[in-house]
């Protein structure tokens, strides 16, 4: 399949705290971009957060990502999709709730694109980590990769439904999403072919509209770990990356012919949260030393497994990615200029 090197985007999720770095890198690349959100609110500030940019970002309403043919007339006249909207909630009544618009949505666009996309060469799928879940013993290691689902997810809600941990809940819907998506493109056979990447916890500066409740999945995280959460301070949280490094490799996703077809996990680097407090300290802010959480270096960054990530520096050799430090202090430094976090000297 030949892959894409200019013209016009689709992005679901445009205005969300990945979406609008998608964006941005896009048209840093010379694509224009029609951004697919909820709302006028959040089109109107995307459009207007980059006036430098005008006649090359636009957006359409596509407020029920679930709905039968919610993306049949936005998939007309571009050259490429991607697909990051997906519902990153752990409040409901009912799990349908999440389960519903990850999976309706990521299986929509393909549907959409497949009768009306007649430009549309490749689309790229926002999947995640959590979509492998737990590790597998290889060569002597625990090691988690592209070929590993996460069953235990999907299998624990199908016997628990409602009763189902909303983390869990979550990491269902994008297993769900991301399986369905693979059966329906090997199924239907399309003009065009899929990527999927599968980020880690996402950290790093926001360009979107932020704002309490509906901040953006891991800076809101981290705002509640590190004003209000348990004590889970010293404990391995997980892989991380940076929001900027994700939106670089969608869009090169889209370039790279041989990425066609591939399930790409991307992770750079592990840590506990104490780590994070570790670099606030460093850096002179925040107040962090919320009860329990302020030993400085009590945190391992050392991971109980392997993230393989072969596949991605195989596809993008030379991709130079931020590193932890710097994407917790670029997203601390610009909490504390917005005032979610007050900042103080040591």
Not at 137 to 151: F, S, Y
Request: aromatic share 10%; hydrophobic share 40%; net charge neutral.
């Amino acid at each position: 399949m030949v892959a894409i090197t200019s013209g016009k985007l689709l992005i679901t999720g445009g205005s969300g705290y990945v979406g609008a770095w998608i964006v941005k890198t896009a048209v840093d690349r010379g694509y224009s971009v029609v951004a697919a959100v909820r709302t006028d609110a959040h089109g109107q500030f995307l459009v207007n957060r980059f006036p430098e940019y005008q006649g090359k970002v636009s957006y359409v309403l596509v407020p029920v990502i679930e709905k039968d043919g919610a993306y049949d007339e936005v998939v007309k006249d571009v050259d490429g999709i991607i697909h990051t909207a997906s519902p990153v909630v752990f409040k409901w009544d009912d799990p349908q709730e999440v389960l519903r618009p990850a999976l309706r949505g990521a299986l929509g666009i393909l549907e959409s694109a497949h009768k009306y996309g007649k430009n549309v060469k490749r689309i790229v799928l926002t999947s995640s980590s959590v979509a492998i879940g737990a590790s597998i013993e290889r060569d002597g290691k625990r090691v988690r990769d592209e070929t590993v689902w996460n069953t235990p997810a999907t299998t624990q809600f199908e016997a628990l439904g409602k009763g189902t941990h909303p983390s869990t809940v979550y990491a269902a819907s994008k297993t769900y999403a991301e399986q369905s998506s693979w059966a329906w493109v090997k199924e239907q056979k399309p003009s065009w072919d899929l990527v999927t990447i599968l980020p880690p916890y996402i950290w790093g500066p926001y360009i979107h509209q932020a704002g309490k409740p509906n901040f953006g999945s891991s800076p809101g995280l981290l705002l509640d770990n590190v004003l209000k959460g348990p004590d889970t301070s010293g404990a391995y949280a997980g892989d991380s990356a940076d929001v900027r490094d994700i939106a670089g490799i969608h869009v090169l996703a889209l370039e790279n012919p041989d990425a066609g077809g591939e399930r790409v996990l991307i992770g750079t680097d592990s840590f506990a949260w104490q780590d994070v407090y570790d670099i606030f300290h460093s850096a002179g802010f925040p107040n962090v030393n919320v009860p329990g959480k302020a030993t400085k270096g009590a945190g391992t960054r050392k991971a109980p497994s392997t993230t393989s990530t072969a596949k991605a520096l195989g596809l993008w050799p030379n991709f130079r990615y931020h590193t932890f430090e710097t994407s917790i202090r670029d997203l601390g430094e610009q909490l504390v200029k917005d005032g979610y976090l007050t900042a103080v000297s040591d």
